[in-house]
């Protein structure tokens, strides 16, 4: 999931949250992580995955599913971000798909580069603790779509995938992108002064899954007044984000005074962690129409709109600098 609109400097200093998923026919798609050309020979077809088989191995959850499953069936494909290798690593892919053909191939007598692959629909980005998972369609450039195909679709815990082929059925997959291979050091967390995305505190050993679970019960209920956060503090946190924003021009709020911020929720303390939502009272947000959520290791975190995943964020007090 598992980053498609600009808002505040506040998803910006939030931008490591995130943020996205049995045909009728018969297709890869319904199968594992590989495919039998004979029924005998299996092939390897990481770091691709059907989509049933990373919704069945936890890499998709059922909100992310039925996300893809939605711009897939009405055809909005999101090419303006695959123009951007920040949103959707689309080198990377090609990459990594050519390589998958080339290791599978039987031929031997042609070499598929990354020149040779297409991306041509971004479906959505889903983001794990160790891994981030891209729903794409893919294919080589010497495949023509075809035409008068037959019509295809497939069913997976109660949501339906709709194609207008077999082949572009196929060309439907999720690329798993390896974050972390092995455990991470809290100073290495990646993260912005002592701001850091929820996944990220989690990472780093902040937060703990009950510490999650707990945040999660109070914003997906939107109870944002169990707790008072301190005047001091609450201070200190917006002076904070003016200061990284005016020496950050690039986080795009420079323009930004104390008064123009607002935390409006306030979730608690924990090893010395404020997790809060604050927001810059100027933006314009767009999109408001899409709800937003993500899960950290198993713990869902829901939003009224899709822009507000950007202002819950942990505030590390005494935080280990770079």
């Known amino acids: 999931m598992k980053k498609m609109k600009r808002l505040s400097v506040f998803l910006l200093i939030g931008l490591l949250i995130f943020s996205l998923f049995a045909p009728a026919c018969g297709s890869s798609n319904a199968g594992d992580n590989s495919t039998s050309s004979s029924g005998v020979e299996e092939i390897d077809t990481s770091p691709f995955y059907t989509v049933q088989a990373a919704y069945e191995e936890g890499l998709l959850n059922k909100r992310e599913i039925t996300i893809i499953a939605d711009y897939n069936n009405r055809h909005i494909y999101n090419t303006q971000y695959l123009e951007d290798e920040k949103v959707v690593p689309v080198t990377e892919i090609k990459q990594a798909y050519a390589e998958m053909k080339n290791k ?25 603790i160790y891994d981030t998972c891209f729903a794409v369609k893919v294919k080589e450039k010497s495949e023509e779509m075809a035409v008068d195909g037959e019509s295809c679709s497939f069913e997976l815990d109660g949501v339906t995938f709709n194609f207008e082929t077999r082949e572009e059925m196929d060309e439907l997959l999720i690329y798993k992108r390896i974050l972390l291979s092995e455990p991470i050091k809290p100073e290495d967390v990646e993260h912005t002064g002592p701001f850091y995305s929820l996944k990220n505190a989690y990472i780093a050993g902040f937060l703990t899954q009950e510490d999650l679970q707990t945040i999660s019960d109070n914003n997906n209920q939107r109870k944002y007044d169990t707790q008072v956060l301190n005047d001091e503090i609450a201070m200190e946190i917006k ?26 929720a306030f979730f608690g303390v924990y090893n010395d962690c404020y997790v809060i939502r604050i927001k810059d009272r100027t933006r314009i947000t767009t999109d408001v129409e899409r709800s937003g959520g993500y899960v950290i290791d198993g713990v869902p975190f829901t939003f009224q709109y899709y822009y507000e995943q950007g202002d819950l964020v942990v505030y590390k007090q005494e935080y280990i600098k770079l």
């Open 239 to 264: 002076q904070t984000c003016i200061r990284l924003a005016k020496e950050n021009p690039g986080l795009g709020g420079s323009r930004l005074e104390v008064e123009d911020l607002e935390i409006y």
């Open 104 to 128: 599978n191939s039987k031929a031997g007598n042609f070499i598929l580069t990354a020149d040779d692959i297409e991306v041509y629909a971004y479906l959505a980005t889903c983001e794990g």
